[in-house]
């Protein structure tokens, strides 16, 4: 729900621009002295400062470090898309209850028609009956599967923006010049959504 709030009403989606940037800029501290543990610690995406935390510690080298990356990428993935998943198996079910609820008011409403008012009572009561099935459709289709959407397209942004991050990190290892990083990370962007890297660079 607060996902679901955040990107619909509040419009925050993830901006690959500034992962770039932020990318870029740790590149050219790097090159400067700087350590990747210091640098770690300022880095507010997670996946980042793990990233640079797992370099920093040279353990691994860069392909090691590198599959590393890609794998808790993708296992992270899976996760998001298990929690999508739950939400709109969720949304099959209040229809179901609703059809069953308007089932239910039918037979009782059978039941006990009968009388010369026979007829006046069928509309006001078929009426009541079909509520049910409105109240599970307007809840699946209004809130779960909205809210499941909205967990399938933030779990694919979040394994693109891991993948810009994971192929960053290892040119930060390489210490590679900011203009060719700038010229790769963008590849994975629309050319709308791409960086100037005179920008980038200059700063």
Known sequence: IKIF????????????????????????NYRQGQSLS???????????????????????DKEELQETFIDRAEKMMFHHMEEAKKLKTVAKFPPAFG??????????????????????????????????????????????????????????EIFLKNQIIAEGVGMIIDKSNPILMAMKLNSFLMPSDRIDWKKVVGN
């Open 5 to 28: 709030f955040r990107r619909i009403i509040f419009g925050e989606n993830f901006k690959y621009s500034k992962t770039i940037t932020e990318i870029i800029t740790i590149s050219n």
């Open 99 to 156: 059809m069953m609820g308007t089932t239910i008011g039918m037979i009782v409403l059978l039941a006990n028609l009968g009388g010369e008012d026979a007829l006046q009572m069928i509309g006001p009561a078929m009426g009541v009956c079909l509520i049910t099935t409105l109240y599970g459709v307007a809840i699946a289709n209004l809130i779960l599967v909205p809210i499941g959407e909205n967990l399938t397209d933030n779990a694919k």
């Open 38 to 60: 210091n640098l770690a610690a300022s880095c507010k995406d997670h996946f980042l400062r793990e990233c640079l935390e797992l370099a920093g510690e040279g353990v691994l």
